[in-house]
C-alpha cells in the first residue's frame, strides 16, 4: 500500500496530510509530529528532541505527550576503540516504552525487539548483541516494575466503581453506565443501579470505559 504523508511548519501553525487523515494546530513551543508509518531516522530524531528539552518532556503532533527516561548506561569495546551507549525508553507512543540504545550524540547505536529482531550499528561485531539485549531486558522489567508500584492503587476495602462504560466481550457489546462492586480483587456484582456498599472505596468513571483484562 503506498505511503504519502507530509507536514508543514509555517507562522505557528502545523499542518500535516496523509492518505488517511489530516490536521493542523497552532503552537507556540517545541513539539514534534509523529508520522503514522514511522521510521527509525524519525525515532532518532525524537530522542535527540527529547535530550535537547529541559525536562526531557516533549508534546506530539497529532497529539499526546512523549517522555525520555534513562534506563541504562555500558562502554563497549572493540579491539582500540571504545563507545559509551546509553539505554532510553521513550513513553507516551504505546502501552510500554520504545527501547534502543543511543549514542553519545544521540544517534541509534543498537536494539533489540523482543529477541527475534535485532540493530546493531555497522562496523560492531554481532557478539555484542547478547549483552546488550540481557542489560535491556533487565532495565525494562526494573522500570516497568517501578512504574507499577508507583501507579498501582490498593485498597483493603471493596471498591465500588460507578458510571463506567463496560466492554461486554462475550456479548461483543459496550454496556453504558454500569456499577460495579470488586471484593478481594474480583468483580462480584454488576448492576444498572448503583450499588450500596459500606466502607468501599469509591471510584466514579464517568466518561471512562472498563475494558477486561487492562
Known amino acids: 500500500m503506498p505511503v504519502n504523508e507530509e507536514f508543514t511548519l509555517k507562522d505557528a501553525v502545523a499542518?500535516?496530510?496523509?492518505?488517511?487523515?489530516?490536521?493542523?494546530?497552532?503552537?507556540s513551543e517545541a513539539q514534534f509530529y509523529i508520522p503514522k508509518n514511522s521510521t527509525l531516522a524519525v525515532q532518532t530524531q525524537l530522542v535527540k528532541a527529547l535530550l535537547a528539552d529541559k525536562d526531557h518532556s516533549i508534546g506530539?503532533?497529532?497529539?499526546?505527550q512523549a517522555q525520555l527516561h534513562k534506563l541504562d548506561q555500558l562502554t563497549l569495546e572493540q579491539g582500540d576503540e571504545k563507545k559509551t551507549v546509553h539505554l532510553y525508553g521513550v513513553s507516551g507512543l504505546g502501552?510500554?516504552?520504545?527501547?534502543?540504545?543511543y549514542d553519545e550524540s544521540g544517534d541509534l547505536f543498537a536494539a533489540d525487539e523482543g529477541g527475534w529482531f535485532a540493530i546493531?550499528?555497522?562496523?560492531?561485531d554481532k557478539s555484542h548483541l547478547q549483552q546488550l539485549k540481557e542489560r535491556q531486558v533487565a532495565a525494562s522489567d526494573q522500570?516497568?516494575?517501578d512504574i507499577a508500584e508507583k501507579h498501582t492503587h490498593t485498597s483493603a476495602q471493596p471498591i465500588l466503581i460507578s458510571n463506567v462504560n463496560l466492554v461486554d466481550v462475550e456479548a461483543s457489546k459496550l454496556r453504558k453506565r454500569r456499577h460495579l462492586l470488586v471484593e478481594n480483587g474480583k468483580i462480584t456484582k454488576i448492576s444498572r443501579r448503583p450499588i450500596k456498599a459500606q466502607n468501599a472505596t469509591r471510584i466514579d468513571?464517568?466518561?471512562h470505559t472498563l475494558i477486561p483484562g487492562l
Not at 120 to 124: A, E, I, P, V
Open 15 to 27: 499542518t500535516w496530510q496523509g492518505t488517511d487523515e489530516h490536521g493542523s494546530a497552532k503552537t
Open 60 to 64: 506530539l503532533l497529532p497529539q499526546g
Open 95 to 101: 502501552f510500554t516504552p520504545n527501547l534502543a540504545w
Open 120 to 124: 546493531l550499528r555497522k562496523g560492531w
Open 143 to 145: 522500570f516497568l516494575l
Open 205 to 207: 468513571a464517568k466518561g
